[in-house]
């Protein structure tokens, strides 16, 4: 592909507890400045970010549900989705119950997951299930069950976790969902080659912090020939 449509394959983030409206303000500058496809923040900046990138055409806003112990009840999911959605995110990134998938709860993941698929009512929901964290079995299962929930997207972390994704698990959860939903990697994620290798093997979204981002871009421009990549 051409390596200058990457920045539309990346969702750029600035989601650590210790984030900053300053932190937000940059990051929606870097997004515009590469055009990222989408941003992410924590729910108390959301809609400052949603400000900011309002008017960006194809440029879109993400919001976070459950970040990042996914441990919160399902009501509660449910109603930050909700409220996520009337401050004017495009899309929910969510993180599913995953102590209950490795307790074999299955049908509590389920419809924790089912419940924010119904208050998103359409817009895309993108289950996060921490695959660092997950047996090959257990990521296996989570994939099928966020499928059959109606999840648009299966991601494989939050960034939080004490193992980077890898191409291995990418592979995995392709060979598990096939064509049924997208797939997106985060965590981990900090150059472009790893970035292309994933997406041959079938990702079509990447998560990026704002740190990580920068250093993809200014090795995408470099190897393309362009000059301003990075972000200061």
């Known amino acids: 592909m051409d390596l200058l449509q990457i920045p539309r394959l990346i969702d750029i983030s600035s989601v650590k507890t210790e984030t900053t409206m300053l932190d937000v303000e940059s990051m929606a500058e870097a997004a515009k400045r590469f055009r990222f ?3 992410f923040t924590m729910p108390c900046f959301t809609s400052r970010l949603v400000e900011l990138l309002r008017g960006e055409g194809d440029m879109m806003t993400g919001g976070v549900v459950g970040f990042p112990s996914g441990t919160d009840l399902t009501r509660i999911k449910a109603s930050c989705a909700r409220e996520l959605i009337q401050m004017g995110v495009d ?11 490795k307790s074999g709860l299955y049908d509590f993941v389920y419809d924790d997951i089912r419940a924010v698929v119904s208050e998103a009512d359409g817009l895309p929901v993108k289950t996060i299930i921490e695959t660092a964290y997950l047996s090959d079995d257990e990521i296996k299962r989570a994939s099928e069950i966020a499928v059959r929930a109606g999840a648009a997207f299966v991601k494989t972390g939050t960034g939080w976790g004490p ?8 592979k995995l959860i392709k060979a598990t969902i096939g064509d049924a939903a997208q797939i997106k990697a985060a965590g981990g994620v900090s150059d472009l080659d790893t970035l292309l290798e994933m997406r041959a093997a079938g ?8 740190k990580n981002a920068g250093a993809v871009m200014a090795e995408l421009y470099a190897r393309a020939g362009h000059e ?5």
């Open 91 to 101: 899309e929910i990134d969510m993180v599913i119950q995953v102590g209950a998938l």
């Open 163 to 170: 193992k980077p994704t890898t191409v291995e698990m990418i």
């Open 37 to 39: 496809i989408c941003a």
């Open 228 to 232: 301003g990549g990075g972000i200061a």
């Open 203 to 210: 990702c079509s979204r990447f998560g990026l912090g704002v």
